[in-house]
């Protein structure tokens, strides 16, 4: 391809994209990004900010990879830039007291509001919890703690928080971060000077919304920080609210930190349940104006059960080839696209014990040396009778290996917690679910 057709290929791609969208999806979504530059290897796209580029990736990866030059691996070669925000010292006299917020602005995905978040019996309590900190910030749970497996709407509740009170509490002020961007404000406001400026920022907030604090583990410097910062907001009633992929407990953050984090309420957030699933599904496809039947919406719920944001992918999937091949959506049609999805999936990968630890481990939230160890508490002795249940059901390897493996236990141990494991999960659903969800974060290369 030649330079001026990768910048073609650009133009028709937006073309293509602005007949198949909905006016307000291209106005929101595509209109914003620009191309800055094209090569024959590939092209630098700006975008005002990062869920513009997961949109674009989300929803199009596909169909790009038609129009555009490709990497080794058969993705669209695109490179982002996010949009630098003009310095507002330079536009503004800097005679307001008023602080600026820092680099990182409030920004919040315009999609992730309460009306768009689907309950069941997984999130339901969570939710109600977000909405009573959005309703009555700094008076009902403080710090509320949200935490649970990657996919299950965590941010898209703390972003529904943000917008809920930029809404019904317009004088407070608001900022949601990812602990990632508060650890560069600090590193920039050290280099610029500045750092006493970003603490009074902080400080003086009514609102703080913190993402992914499971970031903030093993950067030390940035804990007392952070720690300062929650204990001055804590200490005035000002809300704060976290998520993470673990419960405090288990974060290798400081004694302190984890005190002041589990200070509040912590919830904990599960997989969804099948009804609910079909919901989400009915739901999201209705929002982008492409309609699921019911039979279809269940097939999918069946197949993908342990993270909605996969069940994001599929209903793009199937609505960037229903739109394509003008075809209405039978169950054969959509097996076959899904199955394309999951087409990465080993099925011969040699699967080693430490894996099917390490998956236990992060689903049933508990440690690997635990499972390793002799502790009877029930969660853990379950989590180890599972973990003992998939080593039997997927290592073609001696029992008496696969025992040792565990700490030195011996194979009738195994043999007994695969026996209980596999009665259980008959008649235990939800124990069903997560062995199910164990097994296939072990065999989904990551
Ligand atoms: P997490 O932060 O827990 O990894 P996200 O909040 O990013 O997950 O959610 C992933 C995607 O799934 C988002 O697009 C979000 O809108 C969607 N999602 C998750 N849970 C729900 C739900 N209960 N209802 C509607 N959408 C959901
Ligand atoms: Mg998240």
Same mark, same amino acid.
């Given at each position: 391809?030649?330079?001026?057709?990768? =910048?073609?290929?650009?133009?028709?791609?937006?073309?293509?994209?602005?007949?198949?969208?909905?006016?307000?999806?291209?106005?929101?979504? +595509?209109?914003?990004?620009?191309?800055?530059?094209?090569?024959?290897?590939?092209?630098?796209?700006?975008?005002?900010?990062?869920?513009?580029?997961?949109?674009?990736?989300?929803?199009?990866?596909?169909?790009?990879?038609?129009?555009?030059?490709?990497?080794?691996?058969?993705? *669209?070669?695109?490179?982002?830039?996010?949009?630098?925000?003009?310095?507002?010292?330079?536009?503004?006299?800097?005679?307001?007291?008023?602080?600026? !917020?820092?680099?990182?602005?409030?920004?919040?995905?315009?999609?992730?509001?309460?009306?768009?978040?689907?309950?069941? *019996?997984?999130?339901?309590?969570?939710?109600?919890? !977000?909405?009573?900190?959005?309703?009555?910030?700094?008076?009902?749970?403080?710090?509320?703690?949200?935490?649970?497996?990657?996919?299950?709407?965590?941010?898209?509740?703390?972003?529904?928080?943000?917008?809920? !009170?930029?809404?019904?509490?317009?004088?407070?002020?608001?900022?949601?971060?990812?602990?990632?961007?508060?650890?560069?404000?600090?590193?920039?406001?050290?280099?610029?000077?500045?750092?006493?400026?970003? =603490?009074?920022?902080?400080?003086?907030?009514?609102?703080?919304?913190?993402?992914?604090?499971?970031?903030?583990?093993?950067?030390?410097?940035?804990?007392?920080?952070?720690?300062?910062?929650?204990?001055?907001?804590?200490?005035?009633?000002?809300?704060?609210?976290?998520?993470?992929?673990?419960?405090?407990?288990?974060?290798?953050?400081?004694?302190?930190?984890?005190?002041?984090?589990?200070?509040?309420?912590?919830?904990?957030?599960?997989?969804?349940?099948?009804?609910?699933?079909?919901? +989400?599904? =009915?739901?999201?496809?209705?929002?982008?104006?492409?309609?699921?039947?019911?039979? +279809? !919406?269940?097939?999918?719920?069946?197949?993908?059960?342990?993270?909605?944001?996969?069940?994001?992918? %599929?209903?793009?999937?199937?609505?960037?080839?229903?739109?394509?091949?003008?075809?209405?959506?039978?169950?054969?049609?959509?097996?076959?696209?899904?199955?394309?999805?999951?087409?990465?999936?080993?099925?011969?990968?040699?699967?080693?014990?430490?894996?099917?630890?390490?998956?236990?481990?992060?689903?049933?939230?508990?440690?690997?040396?635990?499972?390793?160890?002799?502790?009877?508490?029930?969660?853990? %002795?379950?989590?180890?009778?599972?973990?003992?249940?998939? %080593?039997?059901?997927?290592?073609?390897?001696?029992?008496?290996?696969?025992?040792?493996?565990?700490?030195?236990?011996?194979?009738?141990?195994?043999?007994?917690?695969?026996?209980?494991?596999?009665?259980?999960?008959?008649?235990?659903?939800?124990?069903?679910?997560?062995?199910?969800?164990?097994?296939?974060? +072990?065999?989904?290369?990551?």
């Amino acid at each position: 391809m030649l330079e001026c057709e990768i =910048k073609n290929g650009w133009i028709q791609f937006i073309e293509f994209i602005e007949k198949r969208c909905s006016s307000v999806e291209f106005e929101n979504w +595509i209109a914003p990004i620009t191309l800055i530059e094209s090569s024959i290897e590939e092209i630098t796209l700006e975008v005002p900010n990062i869920f513009v580029q997961e949109y674009l990736l989300d929803n199009f990866k596909e169909i790009l990879a038609d129009f555009l030059p490709l990497k080794s691996n058969g993705d *669209p070669a695109i490179r982002f830039q996010i949009t630098v925000p003009l310095k507002e010292e330079s536009l503004v006299a800097p005679t307001s007291l008023e602080e600026e !917020a820092p680099a990182s602005h409030l920004k919040l995905n315009p999609l992730y509001l309460f009306d768009h978040f689907i309950e069941g *019996p997984s999130n339901q309590f969570v939710k109600s919890a !977000a909405l009573g900190v959005a309703a009555r910030p700094g008076r009902a749970y403080n710090p509320l703690f949200i935490h649970g497996g990657v996919g299950l709407g965590k941010t898209h509740l703390l972003h529904s928080i943000g917008h809920y !009170a930029l809404e019904h509490h317009r004088k407070q002020k608001v900022q949601l971060i990812t602990t990632e961007s508060f650890i560069n404000d600090i590193v920039d406001s050290l280099r610029s000077k500045s750092i006493d400026k970003m =603490k009074r920022f902080y400080r003086n907030l009514d609102i703080l919304l913190i993402d992914d604090i499971q970031f903030l583990q093993n950067r030390l410097n940035f804990e007392e920080e952070f720690c300062n910062t929650f204990e001055a907001l804590l200490n005035q009633n000002k809300q704060i609210v976290i998520t993470s992929d673990k419960p405090p407990s288990q974060l290798k953050l400081s004694e302190r930190m984890v005190a002041r984090m589990e200070w509040g309420l912590v919830a904990h957030m599960s997989v969804p349940d099948l009804e609910t699933r079909v919901a +989400i599904i =009915k739901h999201k496809s209705e929002t982008k104006g492409f309609n699921i039947p019911n039979q +279809i !919406a269940f097939f999918i719920a069946e197949h993908i059960y342990n993270n909605v944001r996969q069940i994001e992918g %599929a209903i793009n999937r199937l609505s960037a080839h229903s739109r394509l091949m003008s075809m209405p959506l039978t169950e054969e049609i959509v097996e076959k696209i899904l199955s394309e999805m999951f087409q990465g999936k080993v099925s011969n990968k040699k699967i080693s014990v430490e894996e099917i630890l390490k998956s236990v481990a992060a689903v049933f939230e508990v440690r690997i040396a635990e499972i390793k160890g002799e502790s009877r508490h029930k969660e853990i %002795a379950l989590a180890r009778q599972v973990a003992m249940y998939l %080593a039997k059901e997927m290592i073609d390897d001696s029992l008496m290996k696969i025992a040792s493996s565990f700490g030195g236990k011996t194979h009738s141990t195994l043999l007994h917690a695969w026996k209980k494991v596999a009665d259980q999960i008959q008649i235990n659903e939800s124990l069903r679910r997560q062995v199910q969800m164990v097994q296939r974060n +072990i065999e989904t290369p990551t």
